[in-house]
């Protein structure tokens, strides 16, 4: 049967080819030809009409700054998130229980389409809202125990560019993409095994940037 609503796929044409990227340099600045992420970045997966209904959709999202303790300490994180998922699919992310908020209709839309697109299965969604460069995501792994075993990480950018950096745990071998508006960039399993990633400052962008990752959880995890 046919979607009765409008379909992602019905505001707009198809993406193009996955292509494999990233610039890859070791310590010394040299090119390194043996640790290269898992990745796969589609830039422009998303049209305009798709971009502008998410971020749209976005003015209305409960978005938060949770206390996260570092050393000690408590801080509010520096961006703004929320997490979107099935019943049960909460999540333990950075020492915080997030209990998951009914889908929004786009939201929702766009894991559809990646599930036709690239069978990516998922039943959660984290969106980051960065207002502008001097909101960040530290170094991490998305290596939380609920994520499923096997399953891939597929993060959608909107608004400003910016860059990302991947770094391999043990070589310390640096990768740096650019992520603009409408790109996909799947994290494949077991990336989040070696590889850590980060959006750093960017002082000179003033413009906002949500991104979306997509993740695949055991459901009711947290309840035993
Ligand atoms: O904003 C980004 O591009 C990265 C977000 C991220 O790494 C995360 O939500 O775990
Ligand atoms: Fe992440």
Redesign the pocket.
């Known amino acids: 049967m046919q979607q009765q609503t409008l379909g992602f796929d019905e505001i707009g044409d198809e993406s193009e080819a996955a292509k494999e990227t990233g610039a890859i340099t070791d310590e010394a600045g040299k090119q390194a030809q043996t640790v290269r992420p898992p990745i796969t970045l589609i830039p422009g997966y998303l049209n305009q009409a798709q971009q502008s209904a998410l971020i749209d959709e976005a003015e209305h999202y409960p978005f938060s700054r949770p206390e996260i303790t570092l050393f000690g300490r408590s801080h509010a994180i520096p961006r703004r998130q929320v997490w979107f998922g099935d019943d049960g699919c909460d999540y333990l992310y950075s020492g915080l229980f997030i209990r998951a908020e009914p889908w929004p209709k786009y939201a929702l839309r766009l894991r559809e389409k990646l599930q036709r697109d690239f069978g990516l299965i998922s039943n959660g969604v984290?969106v980051?809202h960065?207002r502008d460069g001097s909101d960040t995501?530290g170094w991490?792994s998305?290596d939380e125990a609920e994520i499923v075993p096997g399953s891939d990480i597929a993060?959608v950018?909107l608004g400003a560019s910016?860059p990302?950096f991947l770094r391999h745990n043990r070589s310390k071998t640096k990768v740096e993409l650019m992520?603009n508006s409408g790109d996909l960039l799947i994290m494949h399993w077991p990336m989040q095994a070696s590889w850590q990633?980060a959006?750093p400052k960017r002082a000179k962008v003033i413009q906002p940037?949500l991104?979306l990752?997509y993740r695949h959880l055991t459901p009711h995890f947290h309840q035993g």
């Open positions: 984290l980051n960065y995501m991490h998305d993060s950018t910016r990302f992520l990633h959006l940037r991104n990752t």
